[in-house]
Structure formats: C-alpha cells, structure tokens
C-alpha cells in the first residue's frame, strides 16, 4: 500500500467542476434572492409612492372628466416619454374627486372618455365603463383602477409610483376597494 498524498488529475478536474458549479450557482442566486425579498425592502414606508400633483383646482369644472398627465416620479433616464402617465380625472363636487387609470381592466389598452353618454369605452373588446369607472359591459369583471388622491395647497395630487394594476398599493388603498 503507496500513502501517496499527491492528487490524481481525476479529482483536480473534480474539485474545479465543483467549484465553477459553485460560482455559477451563487451569480445566479444573487437575482432570485433580490427578487424574492423585493416586497420586503420596496413596501410603501420606504417610498415606493408618492405624491404627484395634476394640477390647480380650478382647472377641474365640478360634474366634468379630464384627461391629466403626471410625470412617475420613479424614472430613469432612459425612460423618456413613458414615464409621461395618463388619467381621467373627475371632479365629484367641491374639493371631491375622483382619479381613474387610462388602462382597461381587460388587456389594459387606454380607455377613452364619451361626455356625451357618459361612459368610458375601450376600443379593443368593447369594454363599457361608468362615470365612477365600475364595469357597465365587456369581459373584466371589475372596474377601472382609482387612483387615491386629495387636495393639497389648491393642487389636486395623488399616490403615484406603481403601475395600477388590481394588486398593487393603488389598487388597495383606502376604505373602500378601488377596483369597483
């Protein structure tokens, strides 16, 4: 019997493929890890809304939707122009209002405003919704997304930061749900 320590090229090639195993698997679990803790550290009491203004008061006539454009205030220079994002905006009465998302609930195409019935269409599928942005006909079961806002300083503002989406903090902020 040899009590020979030396390594056989056999296990040299062994430790190598474990260990480039090893850095690949840890490149690729740094990603997954971030993503996986993504919900933990990008809540909303770091920021991840904020408050953007849509302009004065007074350019709101009470009874009346308005298209209003407000800039994400989470952007990065490549962005450009969508970083520009659409709403409907409603003034209910007095300093009430009320924000919807542009985006149907179906496909999310840019729904479009008819004062004369008094009704949101999607061109799409023929998605229907009211004034108050619930579903009147078409395929989503729910309504357009609200945008939780107030007025502050004469300016009507609002949470902005995430896509409206049904599950995001938009969506699920305030008393009442904002998906009608």
């Not at 985006?103 to 729904?111: E, S």
């Not at 998605?127 to 007025?151: C, F, H, N, Q, T």
Request: hydrophobic letters at 35%; a positive charge.
């Amino acid at each position: 019997m040899s009590n020979d320590t030396s390594l056989s090229r056999r296990s040299l090639f062994v430790k190598i493929g474990i260990l480039c195993n090893g850095l690949v698997a840890a490149v690729l679990a740094v990603p997954i890890v971030r993503y996986l803790m993504a919900p933990l550290t990008r809540g909303r009491a770091n920021g991840y809304l904020a408050r953007v203004s849509l302009g004065p008061v007074g350019q709101f006539p009470e009874g009346e939707t308005r298209l209003a454009t407000f800039r994400n205030p989470y952007v990065t220079p490549t962005d450009g122009k969508t970083a520009d994002t659409a709403c409907w905006v409603r003034r209910v009465e007095g300093e009430t209002f009320q924000v919807l998302a542009v985006n149907c609930m179906h496909l999310g195409r840019p729904v479009r405003w008819f004062p004369q019935s008094g009704v949101f269409l999607c061109p799409c599928h023929g998605e229907v919704y009211y004034r108050d942005g619930s579903r009147a006909a078409g395929p989503p079961e729910r309504g357009l997304v609200e945008y939780p806002s107030k007025v502050e300083n004469g300016m009507v503002t609002i949470d902005a930061g995430q896509l409206p989406t049904p599950g995001s903090p938009v969506a699920l902020a305030g008393e009442r749900p904002r998906c009608v």
